[in-house]
């Protein structure tokens, strides 16, 4: 018997990868595996299994077995002793195995013997015994059976497994649970119960299940919560129910979870939320509502949380027109809200009270101008997403309360100029995307303020000229994208001193004139792109790459 090193002798890694109909050399291409291993080592399966055996790392070994057709699961016997903890037993691939029979690990977890993760996903399981696991309670922690074909699971079946910790069955075809399916499973801190059809919970489901802190029941077919199913279960920590059909939540649903911190209600049919809906929620972190059919929130659903624990609201691809005002007096310490996607005419006036908020997403809404007011108490605001809206003006001063935003992004409207009083003070701003509109003016010196500047993207525009003066102030870009405009003329000027540039794009312009040295001080030589693409009177195409070599294409 090959001896494991002793430092490691508890650990024995096992992948059964039981496939079926493998072609001949395909499964072993990429696996060095050491032939004739003795029978001991391997598990006794199936006359038609195969086992190899690859060295894992220096002290632990993997056994993999491929069986053409199992049928149903047999009794795994042990490795070679039956006082060996393995760390890992793995049946995936497409198996199958339509039923696990009873007591079919009973040799594995025998006298000092166990497993401590079990995962039988995508192994085409139809049916389980109530005593298929009765003999791995002693260090089982993980059972994992995801993707397979089971619509009941027996009561029972969990019941000796007092040490699981984890237990997920998603992806299955399970459309009832039965109140007392969780029995005996003490020391269960995550449920996965995702990608099933199950369309009611009963209200005892969870009794007892006071260490579960992750209840995931996403991708069913949910309408309806009893409130008093999380009494049983009031340290959940995140529950997720998204994708369900959830059109209203009843006030008291999540009453019973004092420590909840994040909530999932994305992609449902929700059309209103009832006031105080979140009131017991004291510790909420992050509420996702996105995906829904939303047209107004009401103030009060946050009542009575605190206001220095939530952080995060998704609120996008929902029907929002208005906010009450009252909706932020009690999460007024967010640090970032996501109202993309909705049918905002203009940014809301309540906004300003969160002196906290560092990302706000506008994204793809329908506003049409922005105001000094908008952002005037925001002076945390480090990242600001008002791209693809229908904003033709931006007034003066408004981002002057925002001055340490980092990244503003304004691209896809219908904005004509840019001024220096449209982006002044912002003295920190690193990226800054003005591509997609209709610019044809670029004032002098509207950069001014701009001397950390990365990233500008202004391509998709109407620009005819580049100012000099604005290029030269940009010390720090690294940037520039100018494509798709309708620029004629590259000057000797035009971006002298700009040292820190990595990236030009010029592409699609009009440019029939490009001075010797327009690219003085650069990091490139010009020769190739000069007698390549210089031909007076013709169009032709600049992308520049300095440092590295110039591309184009006529």
Same mark, same amino acid.
């Given at each position: 018997?090959?001896?494991?090193?002793? #430092?490691?002798?508890?650990?024995?890694?096992?992948?059964?990868?039981?496939?079926?109909?493998?072609?001949?050399?395909? %499964?072993?291409?990429?696996?060095?595996?050491? *032939?004739?291993?003795?029978?001991?080592?391997?598990?006794?399966?199936?006359p038609s299994c195969q086992c190899c055996?690859?060295?894992?790392?220096?002290?632990?070994?993997?056994?993999?077995?491929?069986?053409?057709?199992?049928?149903?699961? +047999?009794?795994?016997?042990?490795?070679?002793?039956?006082?060996?903890?393995?760390?890992?037993?793995?049946?995936?691939?497409?198996?199958? #195995?339509?039923?696990?029979?009873?007591?079919?690990?009973?040799?594995?977890?025998?006298?000092?013997?166990?497993?401590?993760?079990?995962? @039988?996903?995508?192994?085409?399981?139809?049916?389980?015994?109530?005593?298929?696991?009765?003999?791995?309670?002693?260090?089982? %922690?993980?059972? !994992?059976?995801?993707?397979?074909?089971?619509?009941?699971? +027996?009561?029972?079946?969990?019941?000796?497994?007092?040490?699981?910790?984890?237990?997920? %069955?998603?992806?299955?075809?399970?459309?009832?649970?039965?109140?007392?399916?969780?029995?005996?499973?003490?020391?269960?801190?995550?449920?996965?119960?995702?990608?099933?059809?199950?369309?009611?919970?009963p209200s005892n489901f969870l009794s007892?299940? !006071?260490?579960?802190?992750?209840?995931?029941?996403?991708?069913?077919?949910?309408?309806?919560?009893?409130?008093?199913?999380?009494?049983?279960?009031?340290? #959940?920590?995140?529950?997720?129910?998204?994708?369900?059909?959830?059109?209203?939540?009843?006030?008291?649903?999540?009453?019973?979870?004092? &420590?909840?911190?994040?909530?999932?209600?994305?992609?449902?049919?929700?059309?209103?939320?009832? *006031?105080?809906?979140?009131?017991?929620?004291?510790? $909420?972190?992050?509420?996702?509502?996105?995906? &829904?059919?939303?047209?107004?929130?009401?103030?009060?659903?946050?009542?009575?949380?605190?206001?220095?624990?939530?952080? &995060?609201?998704?609120?996008?691809?929902?029907? $929002?027109?208005? @906010?009450?005002?009252?909706?932020?007096?009690?999460?007024?310490?967010?640090?970032?809200?996501?109202?993309?996607?909705?049918?905002?005419?203009?940014?809301?006036?309540?906004?300003?009270?969160?002196?906290?908020?560092?990302?706000?997403?506008?994204?793809?809404?329908?506003?049409?101008?922005?105001?000094?007011?908008?952002?005037?108490? %925001? !002076?945390?605001?480090? #990242?600001?997403?008002?791209?693809?809206?229908?904003?033709?003006?931006?007034?003066?001063?408004?981002?002057?309360?925002? *001055?340490?935003?980092?990244?503003?992004?304004?691209?896809?409207?219908?904005?004509?100029?840019?001024?220096?009083?449209?982006?002044?003070?912002?003295?920190?701003?690193?990226?800054?995307?003005?591509?997609?509109?209709?610019?044809?003016?670029?004032?002098?010196?509207?950069?001014?303020?701009?001397?950390?500047?990365?990233?500008?993207?202004?391509?998709?525009?109407?620009?005819?000229?580049? &100012?000099?003066?604005? @290029?030269?102030?940009?010390?720090?870009?690294?940037? $520039?994208?100018?494509?798709?405009?309708?620029?004629?003329?590259?000057?000797?000027?035009?971006?002298?001193?700009?040292?820190?540039?990595?990236?030009?794009?010029?592409?699609?312009?009009?440019?029939?004139?490009?001075?010797?040295?327009?690219?003085?001080?650069?990091?490139?030589? @010009?020769?190739?792109?000069?007698?390549? $693409?210089?031909?007076?009177?013709?169009?032709?195409?600049?992308?520049?790459?300095?440092?590295?070599?110039?591309?184009?294409?006529?």
């Amino acid at each position: 018997m090959m001896a494991v090193p002793r #430092i490691h002798s508890h650990i024995l890694v096992i992948v059964l990868l039981l496939l079926l109909q493998v072609p001949s050399g395909v %499964m072993w291409e990429t696996i060095q595996c050491t *032939p004739d291993i003795p029978d001991y080592r391997c598990p006794r399966l199936n006359p038609s299994c195969q086992c190899c055996e690859e060295e894992a790392t220096l002290y632990t070994k993997t056994l993999h077995v491929t069986c053409s057709d199992l049928g149903e699961l +047999p009794q795994v016997i042990a490795f070679d002793s039956t006082s060996r903890v393995l760390e890992e037993l793995t049946f995936e691939g497409n198996t199958t #195995i339509s039923h696990i029979q009873a007591a079919a690990f009973q040799n594995i977890g025998g006298t000092g013997g166990g497993v401590k993760k079990l995962r @039988m996903s995508n192994a085409g399981i139809q049916t389980l015994d109530v005593t298929a696991f009765q003999s791995l309670g002693t260090y089982l %922690m993980e059972l !994992t059976m995801n993707s397979n074909k089971f619509s009941q699971v +027996p009561v029972g079946i969990f019941s000796s497994l007092q040490q699981l910790y984890e237990l997920s %069955m998603k992806d299955n075809e399970i459309s009832s649970l039965d109140g007392d399916l969780l029995q005996g499973l003490t020391y269960l801190g995550r449920l996965i119960l995702s990608g099933n059809k199950i369309s009611s919970i009963p209200s005892n489901f969870l009794s007892g299940r !006071t260490r579960l802190a992750y209840f995931d029941l996403s991708r069913n077919s949910l309408s309806y919560l009893d409130p008093n199913l999380f009494y049983g279960a009031r340290n #959940i920590l995140e529950l997720r129910l998204s994708h369900n059909d959830f059109k209203t939540i009843s006030t008291d649903t999540f009453q019973a979870l004092d &420590n909840l911190q994040i909530v999932r209600l994305d992609h449902n049919k929700l059309e209103t939320l009832s *006031p105080g809906l979140f009131t017991a929620n004291s510790n $909420l972190r992050t509420v996702d509502l996105s995906h &829904n059919s939303l047209k107004v929130l009401s103030g009060g659903i946050f009542s009575d949380t605190e206001p220095k624990s939530m952080r &995060n609201l998704l609120l996008s691809h929902n029907l $929002l027109t208005s @906010m009450e005002n009252e909706l932020f007096k009690d999460i007024s310490k967010l640090t970032l809200l996501d109202l993309s996607f909705n049918h905002f005419l203009a940014v809301p006036q309540m906004l300003n009270s969160l002196t906290d908020l560092f990302s706000l997403d506008f994204s793809n809404c329908k506003l049409l101008n922005v105001t000094y007011y908008d952002f005037v108490n %925001m !002076t945390s605001l480090r #990242i600001l997403d008002l791209s693809n809206n229908q904003i033709e003006a931006v007034e003066d001063l408004s981002f002057r309360f925002t *001055p340490d935003m980092y990244n503003l992004t304004l691209s896809n409207n219908k904005i004509t100029v840019i001024k220096r009083a449209t982006i002044f003070g912002m003295f920190e701003l690193q990226h800054l995307y003005l591509n997609g509109n209709n610019l044809s003016k670029i004032h002098e010196k509207a950069f001014l303020d701009l001397h950390d500047l990365k990233n500008l993207y202004l391509q998709d525009n109407s620009l005819d000229e580049v &100012n000099e003066d604005n @290029m030269q102030i940009l010390a720090s870009l690294k940037t $520039l994208d100018l494509s798709n405009n309708s620029l004629s003329e590259i000057t000797s000027h035009t971006f002298q001193g700009m040292r820190a540039l990595t990236t030009l794009s010029l592409g699609n312009n009009s440019i029939t004139s490009l001075a010797d040295d327009a690219f003085t001080g650069m990091n490139i030589t @010009m020769s190739t792109c000069k007698y390549s $693409l210089i031909y007076p009177g013709n169009l032709f195409y600049i992308k520049l790459y300095i440092g590295f070599k110039c591309l184009s294409n006529q």
